[in-house]
């Protein structure tokens, strides 16, 4: 009978051991949440989130509603950097987040600067020059910088003039 006791004495604690560690297990997932916005405050759909831990490692992605805001879950505690990376591949905007064992969900807002749209816009500027040395329309390559400018919520000016037109 003592020995009856005893292992289920023993059975009982290890089941008890086992859902306190899943329970803390559970209590170690974080989120971080947040919303992305361009240059001018307007929201950025469809863009994509990457959020990269202090190694180095993109250890989650999300990509933005139409109203801008993302959630990246199934985080550990760490301090995280959040980029908002434009269609051209390039960051646009970034952010940091800290999660800690007591506060495992953080907000952020992540904006594009003015230096990240003036890079991404030179970019398009540069393949759509590329692109018109090689025989497309000067209409064409507004339109690509126009689409370039629009993806991280910015503006885009162009001017054309034809070297024989007198100076405006």
């Known amino acids: 009978m ?11 604690l290890f089941a008890v051991g086992q859902l306190a560690s899943i329970g803390a297990q ?3 997932v974080g989120v ?6 361009g ?9 994509t989130v990457q959020v990269v831990n202090s190694a180095g490692t993109v250890v989650g992605t999300a990509v933005t509603t139409a109203t801008g805001s993302f959630s990246v879950s199934g985080l550990a505690a760490g301090t995280f950097t959040v980029n908002v990376v434009g269609a051209s591949g390039a960051v646009i905007g970034t952010s940091t987040a800290t999660l800690t064992a007591a506060a495992m969900t953080a907000t952020v ?3 594009a600067t003015a230096a990240a749209a003036a890079a991404a816009a030179g970019a ?8 018109a040395a090689g025989g497309l329309s000067t209409a064409a390559v507004v339109a ?7 993806g991280i919520g910015a503006a885009a000016v ?6 024989a037109s007198p100076a405006r």
């Open 2 to 12: 003592t020995k009856r006791i005893a292992s289920f004495t023993l059975a009982f």
């Open 26 to 28: 559970a209590q170690a």
């Open 32 to 37: 971080i949440a947040g919303t992305a916005s």
């Open 39 to 47: 240059t001018n405050g307007a929201a950025l759909a469809g863009v």
């Open 109 to 111: 807002s992540v904006s």
């Open 124 to 131: 398009a500027a540069a393949a759509g020059g590329a692109a």
């Open 144 to 150: 690509g910088v126009g689409a370039a400018a629009a």
């Open 158 to 163: 162009v001017a054309t003039k034809d070297d």
